[in-house]
């Protein structure tokens, strides 16, 4: 679990933060967090899946063929076109304390300080400076957030969440384990009162997305020649997925 601090001006009283100089912090991260908000980028430069974890299934995009190297950074700079948002709002999260949701800090980040560093809040306990920006980020993205969880909610009550193909896992080297995608004949095969519970929670486009994205995995084996892990890089997958695609999506955000 991880170790936060509550924004507040009481909790935060003579405590200091450094914003990242880069992003080297996620050069360790294969799963990055996503929101239905960033799909129709996303989904055009990444491959996407759906992954279960202690707090139920969540959005991801994949950055990489192995655990705890990102293809996507090198010498702390993003190689794609697409920034997910949450690497622009960490060590900042959004908790849910009951009912509440609640604006945290990651004391784990090492970025916490207390004399040196920017303050979290000014004399008259207003949120200061990049925080700020921050928070404000981390707000207009919750509705986003929540309305992604739903959706997730909705195809895995639905029961068309299935894994990836062990073909295409197989011949791009993956070693990444638990990635899950919609079982398009399942979802095809829903009566109507569920298809359309699956239209009212918004989850179609995110179903979608998902399973178009897969065309990109390509780009994973072509980030592994530039920014090379542990694992092998197969030479067969760009004859398989041929040039680069662009892809669009409708997502009302």
Not at 29 to 37: R, S, T, V
Not at 82 to 103: I, M, N
Not at 223 to 235: D, I, M, Q, S, T
Request: hydrophobic share 40%; proline share 6%; charged share 20%.
């Amino acid at each position: 679990m991880p170790n936060l601090l509550a924004i507040s001006p009481k909790e935060c009283q003579g405590l200091t933060w450094h914003p990242p100089r880069d992003l080297s912090f996620a050069a360790h991260h294969h799963l990055i967090p996503l929101h239905a908000g960033e799909l129709a980028q996303a989904a055009s430069t990444m491959p996407l899946a759906l992954v279960k974890g202690e707090q139920g299934w969540r959005l991801v995009g994949v950055c990489s063929l192995e655990p705890g190297h990102n293809l996507f950074i090198k010498n702390g700079q993003w190689l794609g076109n697409y920034r997910p948002q949450w690497l622009a709002t960490w060590p900042f999260v959004v908790v849910q304390a009951g009912e509440k949701s609640v604006v945290a800090f990651d004391r784990d980040s090492g970025l916490l300080g207390a004399e040196e560093g920017e303050p979290f809040f000014d004399a008259e306990g207003q949120l200061t400076g990049r925080a700020s920006e921050v928070i404000a980020t981390l707000k207009a993205n919750h509705s986003k957030q929540q309305r992604t969880q739903a959706a997730l909610t909705a195809l895995y009550e639905a029961g068309v969440i299935a894994t990836w193909p062990e073909s295409l896992q197989s011949q791009l080297g993956m070693t990444i384990p638990g990635l899950h995608m919609i079982d398009e004949r399942a979802l095809a095969e829903l009566d109507d009162e569920a298809f359309l519970t699956l239209r009212k929670a918004q989850a179609l486009p995110l179903a979608y997305a998902v399973n178009l994205s897969l065309s990109q995995s390509h780009l994973l084996t072509r980030l592994a020649r530039v920014n090379p892990g542990r694992v092998p890089v197969g030479e067969s997958l760009d004859s398989i997925f041929g040039d680069d695609d662009e892809l669009s999506f409708d997502f009302d955000s």
